[in-house]
């Protein structure tokens, strides 16, 4: 950015980037809330208030109650820091272990047990206090992080958190003592961890130097799994007045689950507590999301929490200080330009207020476009922005948001972006600009929303303006179709397709079944009462294929074909997680392993048309003889691709079935980065194009191609699945399509991968729209997301269907419209569940 200058008189604003400073925080009434929900403890309440109930009537059991639930005690242990005021902070206290640690704690723990023995509803209950780390506070104090364990009974509880909510030090004159608490913190945490700052079999107590990134890990990376029931923690702390970033390199832990499961939590503080909690980390992070952290003082804590199953490697970690500096807002005089969030794309640092003010000349307007906008918190309602949130105009933007425009007509602006204590994102980039007022838009189409957009994308069907305004009073062309309310124009490919498009069904209507009639997948209408009668009344087995049961039943084209030759009527049952067939055969793990992705997360940065790294890891790039990428392929075993017949077919200038002229890329991501680690190159030993490939109707376009080397399975290498003949794509099912093609029709490929949405269409209109020419062996699918006009997926790679249990399924091989799939013409793909016994025939899978 230009205007560093003037950016740093913003800078120069007295900015609180210490957590201590307004540190007076005595339990908010809202944590009170959160020791109640916390778990079985509740339920011994409840369970002694229905209990209570049931002695009103029966005194007799007044004394088992008394005994055995009222007094029963319940164990609390709350975490939290303070303030010791008037004391330097001197090397000794970073280390538990030392004379210095043992005399300070001493002294605090001293000050909170005389605190708890004023307290008549919290004296009796203390157990221990104990001390577990010491940090510099700012100017001339000490910042104590300690936890308190109590045992209250349960009939005391409310009383007790009352009691340790309203706690209050006793005002003392700061400046005529040495020693002296000034605040203090306190919240209930997972007693384990708390504890286990003494505990030395997981803690580790880390401080970085200048200039050094230092390194760790979770136990036994990268060589074996973490260990399971694990409480670990590592506390990170840099030179006073600096700063922490922590950047995780590699996440691999078990899928995300809410409350439970193996996660990793960092703290902005030593105290493990949710108020400071910065992101609860878990699953698989593909190596683009940027996991980037900073801390708002010098310390940091990063726990790992791990259950009893799953065999996960963990994460691989390093961190270093830089000065801590005001890094964000400034005075914005050019006329267009881009700012983001601190840091951005790695999250924001807790705790900062940032202000842009920008101003463009006097008689233009300035308008800004967030291109990317992260700002969600566990628990935050987008509507409320209680939070963290962005600033403009009065009106308040957090939570996860689309592309957006905002312009409040004049030449200035003004965005003031804050992010509280607890929980951070990735931020967000704007780019501000300046118009013309009497034209927002040179040369394109003003959609209210203040976005601007190409003006062939008005009235083409797609809702480019994201709020219609591009597709309202528009007349529609013969190659769209005409909705009865809303009057909009769709293309007439979304015509029965299953999907109400119009927003008033009206492109479905000629296609619904009667009242009290059944739609099979077909389209035919059957009475309502065949549905699951055990006949297939629709002629393709759909009536009695989602009957919520599992019927062996005569075989029929429709039914799925178990290994000892019983049939099963279940739409597609094969590695759906649940045993179908008697003898399993539907889910053997040797057919079951494919499809999958091995990140659970997504990139946050990569997003529109750009397809993350390993996120079709069966993509592979198909080269010939030194020249370009040529056509895609997937890849289905170690040593088998598909791919489209048509790409092998000899011309003039070259002998394309000649398989030594083709070198395979698989695990490729970027075209320009062939070298990269993640990627293998393969030579292809034999090509076996279908025999019956016809190269002017394009039917039967499929052919499988055998690698010379077998290739092993990584993060970025996968097999997706091969569907049975039996397999169910139904119209209207949004799949992937994906490629290097290229990006216009007649320009140059792509770099990045590309992926677009596209929707599965009825065959009939399809057919209709293409004159004629679709065989049963070809499917049709259009494109859905309004904002993708590219051309996109090329010859031969795959179309990539999400089914159950989220395994990808090749719904079709892409062959013509070349894929470059132009909004109004749908694309041609190979059905590949029609090749099902010429692949197994082929390549024996
Ligand atoms: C902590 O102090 C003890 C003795 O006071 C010393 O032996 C130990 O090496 C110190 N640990 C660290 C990490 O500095
Ligand atoms: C320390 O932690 C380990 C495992 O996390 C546990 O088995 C051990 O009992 C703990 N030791 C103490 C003294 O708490
Ligand atoms: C991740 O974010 C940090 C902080 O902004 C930045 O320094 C780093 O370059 C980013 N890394 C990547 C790979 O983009
Ligand atoms: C800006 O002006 C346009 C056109 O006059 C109007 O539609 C729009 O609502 C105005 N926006 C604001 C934020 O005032
Ligand atoms: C637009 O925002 C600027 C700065 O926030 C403010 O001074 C100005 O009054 C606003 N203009 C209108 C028309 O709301
Ligand atoms: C079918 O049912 C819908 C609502 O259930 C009703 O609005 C419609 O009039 C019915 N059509 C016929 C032909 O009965
Ligand atoms: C496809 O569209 C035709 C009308 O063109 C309709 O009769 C048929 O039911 C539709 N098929 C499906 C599966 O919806
Ligand atoms: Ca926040
Ligand atoms: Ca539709
Ligand atoms: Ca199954």
């Not at 020249?627 to 017949?645: D, E, Q, R, Y």
Request: aromatic fraction near 10%.
């Amino acid at each position: 950015m230009k205007d560093s200058d003037s950016m740093m008189k913003y800078n120069n604003r007295p900015q609180s980037m210490n957590g201590f400073e307004e540190g007076v925080e005595f339990l908010p009434a809202a944590n009170t809330k959160k020791v109640e929900k916390a778990g079985p403890k509740k339920k011994l309440a409840i369970f002694g208030v229905v209990i209570g109930a049931a002695l009103l009537s029966l005194t007799i059991g007044l004394l088992v109650w008394h005994f055995a639930y009222r007094n029963a005690p319940v164990q609390k242990l709350y975490t939290g820091y303070l303030r010791i005021a008037n004391t330097q902070f001197v090397e000794a206290y970073e280390n538990s272990t030392t004379r210095e640690f043992a005399d300070l704690s001493v002294k605090v723990i001293s000050t909170l047990r005389t605190l708890y023995n004023g307290e008549k509803d919290i004296a009796p209950y203390l157990q221990q206090c104990s001390i577990s780390a010491f940090s510099e506070g700012s100017d001339n104090n000490v910042v104590g992080y300690y936890w308190s364990e109590f045992s209250v009974p349960a009939f005391r509880e409310e009383a007790f958190e009352k009691a340790i909510s309203e706690l209050k030090l006793p005002t003392v004159n700061l400046r005529q003592r040495a020693f002296a608490v000034d605040s203090l913190v306190a919240y209930p945490t997972d007693p384990q961890i708390a504890r286990n700052f003494k505990n030395s079999s997981c803690a580790f107590f880390l401080h970085s130097s200048a200039g050094v990134m230092t390194k760790f890990s979770s136990p036994g990376f990268p060589d074996t799994p973490y260990p399971p029931n694990a409480r670990c923690l590592w506390t990170l702390r840099a030179d006073a007045g600096q700063m922490i970033r922590l950047k995780f390199k590699t996440f691999k832990m078990e899928k995300c689950k809410a409350n439970a499961g193996d996660f990793v939590m960092v703290y902005d503080s030593l105290s493990p507590i949710e108020p400071r909690a910065q992101i609860r980390l878990c699953g698989i992070y593909p190596p683009s999301y940027n996991l980037t952290f900073f801390s708002s003082s010098n310390v940091m804590l990063v726990t790992l929490v791990t259950d009893n199953v799953g065999k996960f490697p963990g994460f691989l970690a390093e961190f270093s200080q830089f000065p801590k500096t005001s890094l964000c807002g400034g005075y914005i005089r050019d006329a267009s330009g881009v700012f983001t969030s601190p840091y951005f794309p790695g999250h924001y640092p807790p705790k900062i207020e940032c202000i842009w003010d920008i101003q463009v000349p006097d008689n233009k307007f300035v308008k800004l476009r967030f291109n990317m906008f992260y700002l969600a918190e566990p628990g935050v309602p987008v509507t409320k922005c209680t939070k963290d949130f962005v600033e403009i105009n009065g009106q308040k933007y957090c939570g996860e948001r689309k592309f957006f425009v905002v312009s409040n007509n004049s030449s200035k602006m003004s965005v003031r972006f804050v992010s509280d204590q607890s929980y951070t994102d990735t931020g967000f980039t704007a780019e501000y600009l300046s118009y013309e007022p009497r034209n927002p838009c040179p040369d394109q189409f003003a959609c209210k929303s203040g976005r601007c957009i190409r003006l062939d994308q008005k009235c083409d069907g797609w809702n480019d303006c994201e709020d219609f305004s591009d597709e309202k009073s528009c007349t529609c062309t013969a190659l769209q179709f005409r909705c009865t309310n809303s009057k909009l124009c769709k293309p007439s490919y979304f015509v029965c397709d299953g999907v109400n498009d119009c927003g008033d069904s009206s492109d479905e209507l000629a296609c619904q079944c009667p009242n009290n009639t059944y739609k099979c997948g077909n389209g035919k209408c059957i009475p309502e009462s065949q549905k699951c009668d055990r006949t297939d009344n629709c002629g393709d087995g759909s009536d009695e294929a989602e009957c919520g049961r599992v019927l062996s039943t005569t075989c029929t084209e429709y039914t799925y074909k178990c290994k000892n030759n019983q049939c099963i009527t279940k739409k597609n049952p094969e590695c759906d997680g649940e045993n179908d067939c008697s003898d399993g055969s539907d889910e053997i793990s040797a057919k079951c392993n494919c499809g999958k992705r091995p990140f659970t997360k997504k990139s946050r940065i990569v997003g529109g048309v750009n397809a993350d790294t390993g996120e079709f890891p069966w993509q592979v790039s198909l080269h010939v003889k030194g020249n370009k990428h040529t056509c895609g392929a997937s890849l289905v075993s170690p040593t088998m691709l598909i791919s489209a017949a048509h790409c092998f077919q000899d011309d003039q200038s070259m002998r394309y079935s000649d398989a030594s002229l083709w070198t395979a890329y698989l695990g490729l991501h970027d075209q320009a980065q062939l070298n990269s680690k993640d990627v293998v190159e393969r030579k292809i030993k034999r090509i076996m194009a279908h025999i019956g490939f016809n190269d002017n109707t394009y039917d039967n376009d499929i052919s499988v191609l055998e690698l010379e080397k077998p290739v092993d399975y990584t993060d970025f290498i996968q097999p997706i699945c091969i569907p049975e003949s039996t397999h169910d794509f139904p119209v209207g099912k949004p799949i992937w399509v994906t490629g290097w093609g290229a990006l216009k029709e007649g320009g140059g490929a792509a770099v990045i991968l590309q992926k677009a949405e596209i929707r599965i269409i009825n065959q009939t209109e399809c057919n209709k729209l293409l004159d004629g020419q679709l065989t049963p062996r070809m499917l049709c699918a259009g494109f859905v997301s309004g904002g993708i006009d590219a051309c996109q997926g090329d010859s031969g790679g795959p179309l990539s269907s999400v089914e159950l249990n989220n395994k990808v399924y090749l719904a079709g091989i892409v062959s013509w419209g070349e894929g470059c799939a132009r909004r109004n013409k749908p694309g041609v793909y190979t059905r590949v569940a029609m090749m099902r016994d010429w692949i197994r025939d082929k390549t024996g899978l």
